[in-house]
């Protein structure tokens, strides 16, 4: 039935309140065929969005300076959902990977808190809290990623099912790249019917058509020998891979016969076998119980010079009589090949177990339990094949391990990749465990044993704190919202330092001006000393090291930025109205002012949340 007929009807009834109108209606609009459904639960975060605006504040004490030329790091303190917004305006479209490790919901106690409660299993809604937590921010990190963004999702048992399905709908199930099985920790005894020694990372893209694949290192210890002769003499190489795999199902044009060095013809066991017993006849129709090489016949005839034959009592190969044969064939590969090549990335994981994670920020004398081994992420951020200078965001940072993994992965190899890490303060988390591990990891720390922790000194961190700034569009509020965006448009152009005045005097508090090796930009927070700031602006194009103009950032009523008053150095700088640029990045994350309550009628049982699937049975 079409839905806009539907709802004409569901109008024209009579003896309705308006709420069960609204119900009605509200059910008409949402009911899906197949996919994920759950009960919108209010939460107090979200709810002060709708009346303000989050901004970000440094907290500059707790700065971490190592040298400009340094990248830039960002801790923000403060509930995810604010900082996540804030980071629209920041980074709309910049993030290449992220990863994150949100609460399982397993209904232990501390595992999820909603709305200052934990979260038990006794909770009727305890699922619907969790989607409706998890949903509002993986909307919003949609719209941080790159069009060829990656994320990553670590979770548990307790809502694979629901969060997979959470994915195929924020980011669209063609986006999807896999669920990575993680061994998590050893087995043990614990449980009543399995021993839970596993949980899963989710893969998704915002845009797969532009991923480039993904590939991850070779173990170089399989390349155990050395080549003696011809044009690869001196490279290691290994030829101990079969060039038959029983496992292989039944393809076209992989079905031939292979001459062996004493003349004998080979082919993988089956019932069809070639008509011309010659090396390189042609491939012929299978049966299903035909096997396969490995290779095409054209590959097959183009790298040949690359097989080994190694006379075996064992081989599964028949000779063109249908016999056993004498020989394996194996196929040789070169390390250096290899490594240019890359590997596909398994989808499962059993080298970086918890305890790891534990064990090591333990060694920095910081008690925390639950911390992933910075190798996971490291991993994850590697097979991604992306540049040694993206951006990298976790927003559930927990004790701060994916700057831990990216501050390490630079070292390694001299990578210039910036991260961003949020995370609220419950427990006093943020103050006794992030930010003390971030300035352990960064700055040399000797532990109370007396053992030198590795650091990464080559680094900045930058402490922010979230505020708010009242929604209500009146003057006074834009102009406090213009000048409390300074400290994000720093963020937003990575550039830090203030320009210092002529004679070294203080700035005026007309404008603020900062620059950098990357990028210059002033903020003017009083439009009528425009003219005032030419020769601000001129200092700032003379100090550039790059091609990028000026940015302009400019307070005005509307959405204009005094292109005309700019004239006599239009050609220097690029315009941006304030606090416009900032409403228009926020439009389309920010709840409505009001928030749609749904009336909950009588048959609504809170028992039913377990009915998540709704199936289409036609």
């Not at 839905?3 to 024209?12: F, P």
């Not at 759950?38 to 969005?49: F, H, I, Y």
């Not at 970086?352 to 992420?377: C, H, M, T, V, W």
Request: contains cysteine; glycine residues 4%; aromatic residues 10%.
């Amino acid at each position: 039935m079409n839905k806009t007929d539907l709802i004409q009807k569901v109008k024209a009834l009579e003896g309705l309140t308006q709420d069960e109108r609204a119900y009605l209606i509200n059910l008409v609009n949402t009911k899906k065929k197949y996919g994920l459904v759950w009960e919108d639960k209010p939460e107090e975060v979200e709810e002060q969005l709708r009346d303000n605006l989050p901004v970000l504040k440094e907290v500059k004490d707790k700065a971490i300076i190592n040298g400009e030329e340094h990248p830039n790091h960002i801790l923000i303190e403060g509930d995810n959902l604010h900082a996540l917004t804030a980071l629209t305006f920041t980074h709309e479209g910049k993030i290449d990977v992220i990863y994150i490790d949100p609460p399982y919901n397993t209904g232990a106690k501390e595992d999820f808190i909603y709305n200052d409660h934990y979260v038990d299993k006794e909770d009727a809604f305890r699922h619907s809290k969790w989607l409706s937590f998890m949903h509002r921010r993986l909307k919003i990190a949609k719209t941080l990623l790159k069009e060829d963004g990656v994320i990553f999702c670590s979770i548990g048992d307790d809502e694979i099912s629901q969060l997979t399905l959470l994915f195929n709908e924020v980011f669209i199930e063609k986006n999807k790249l896999g669920v990575i099985t993680r061994l998590a920790k050893p087995a043990d005894d614990q449980g009543n019917y399995f021993s839970s020694s596993k949980d899963y990372v989710i893969a998704f893209t915002k845009n797969i058509n532009l991923l480039a694949n993904f590939k991850d290192s070779v173990n170089e210890s399989l390349f155990k020998k050395v080549e003696t002769e011809g044009p690869k003499k001196g490279e290691k190489y290994r030829d101990d891979v079969a060039f038959y795999q029983a496992a292989l199902g039944v393809r076209p044009n992989l079905r031939y016969y292979i001459e062996c060095p004493d003349g004998s013809l080979v082919i993988p066991p089956g019932n069809t076998f070639p008509v011309e017993k010659f090396d390189g006849s042609q491939s012929i129709p299978q049966s299903d119980e035909d096997k396969c090489w490995r290779w095409s016949l054209d590959k097959y005839l183009n790298d040949k010079h690359l097989l080994v034959f190694k006379k075996s009592n064992k081989t599964p190969l028949v000779d063109e009589f249908g016999n056993q044969a004498k020989w394996n064939i194996y196929t040789k590969s070169y390390l250096n090949d290899r490594s240019e090549k890359g590997a596909s990335p398994r989808d499962f994981i059993d080298q970086f177990i918890n305890r790891k994670g534990a064990d090591l920020i333990k060694q920095y004398d910081i008690k925390f339990s639950y911390s992933k081994p910075f190798e996971l992420i490291q991993h994850l951020i590697k097979i991604t094949n992306k540049n040694k200078n993206i951006n990298v965001l976790d927003f559930f940072a927990g004790s701060g391990t994916a700057l831990h993994a990216v501050m390490n992965l630079n070292d390694f190899d001299n990578g210039k990749r910036t991260c961003i890490i949020t995370t609220n303060n419950e427990n006093n988390i943020c103050e006794e465990v992030t930010y003390p591990r971030c300035e352990r990891t960064i700055n040399p720390y000797t532990n109370k044993k007396g053992k030198e922790m590795p650091s990464f000194p080559n680094n900045n961190l930058r402490y922010y704190k979230s505020e708010f700034v009242s929604r209500e569009t009146s003057l006074k509020n834009k102009r406090e919202l213009t000048y409390l965006a300074t400290e994000l448009l720093c963020i937003k152009e990575d550039c830090y330092s203030p320009l210092t005045p002529k004679g070294g005097t203080k700035p005026a508090k007309w404008y603020a001006a900062f620059t950098s090796a990357k990028s210059q930009f002033i903020v003017i927070y009083d439009e009528v000393r425009i003219e005032d700031s030419f020769e601000i602006i001129e200092a700032l194009h003379t100090q550039k090291t790059n091609d990028n103009p000026v940015k302009v950032y400019v307070f005005s009523h509307g959405q204009y930025p005094f292109t005309e008053d700019f004239e006599e150095v239009l050609p220097l700088i690029t315009l941006c109205a304030l606090p416009d640029a900032i409403y228009k990045a926020y439009q389309n994350v920010l709840p409505k002012k009001k928030r749609e309550v749904v009336p909950v009628l009588e048959e609504d049982a809170a028992g039913e949340e377990a009915n998540l699937f709704n199936q289409d049975t036609h």
